[in-house]
């Protein structure tokens, strides 16, 4: 099946930094989404990505779809405590866009 | 205010018993989908399904069961839990399959087979 390989890991920055993680596919995919995930709660859409080469912004986020649609990358830029949490790709290559595949996530802690 | 819910937020369940993860959602989704959460290997599709009446089986199918009745439910079904299902599930739900619609997650229930 699909897989996706996501990194880093994790990531321990100080606020103010930039954070940039991403992710490799097995496979081609037809859309790359990005999500945010708190403790003890379900993950959030951050971006989602429909085109290759797409770059899409929201806030303080940027992501990008590779125009090669095996690849994303997540930018966070100037980074504050909040933004501490697990970040997860995913994506899928067909038209049903809920079965996705997930990335294994990236730790991100944030020293104020 | 409209969403997922799921239910219990945790239990504790000795192997070999029989356990039902609830989820409902109000929103009138046509889409609905279990994952399961493990440290390091990201959310894995468990079942989905498209639409009232019908189930799909998603990546990790195996030891789970799911019924839709109707729009709002999906429970998740463990006939016989086993140690390695201890995990964080959660529910989801699109409005439909083909929109380009974001996935609306539950809270997740943290289930330990013990």
């Known amino acids: 099946g699909q897989q996706l390989n996501q990194s880093p890991q994790s990531m321990f920055i100080q606020e103010g930094e930039d954070v940039s993680m991403n992710c490799t596919s097995s496979s081609i995919f037809n859309t790359w989404l990005w999500y945010k995930q708190d403790p003890g709660e379900g993950p959030v859409l951050l971006i989602a990505?429909?085109?290759?080469?797409e770059l899409t912004s929201n806030g303080r986020l940027t992501a990008q779809f590779g125009i090669t649609r095996k690849d994303s990358f997540l930018n966070i830029s100037a980074s504050i405590p909040s933004d501490v949490g697990i970040y997860f790709c995913?994506?899928?290559?067909?038209?049903?866009?809920?079965?996705?595949?997930f990335g294994q996530g990236t730790i991100l802690t944030v020293h104020p | 205010i409209a969403g997922i819910t799921q239910a219990p937020t945790s239990q504790i369940l000795a192997a070999g018993r029989r356990m039902t993860l609830r989820c409902t959602q109000d929103?009138?989704?046509?889409?609905m989908y279990w994952y399961r959460q493990d440290l390091g290997l990201g959310l894995r599709l468990i079942h989905y399904?498209?639409?009232?009446?019908?189930?799909g089986k998603g990546e990790v199918p195996d030891g789970y069961s799911v019924s839709r009745a109707n729009t709002d439910d999906f429970p998740l079904t463990l006939a016989s839990a086993v140690p390695s299902q201890t995990s964080v599930y959660f529910c989801a739900s699109l409005p439909g399959t083909g929109l380009r619609q974001p996935q609306h997650f539950g809270d997740g229930t943290r289930l330990s087979i013990l």
């Open positions: 990505l429909y085109k290759a080469g």
């Open positions: 399904s498209n639409t009232a009446g019908t189930t």
């Open positions: 929103m009138r989704h046509n889409a």
């Open positions: 995913a994506g899928h290559g067909g038209t049903s866009y809920g079965k996705l595949t």
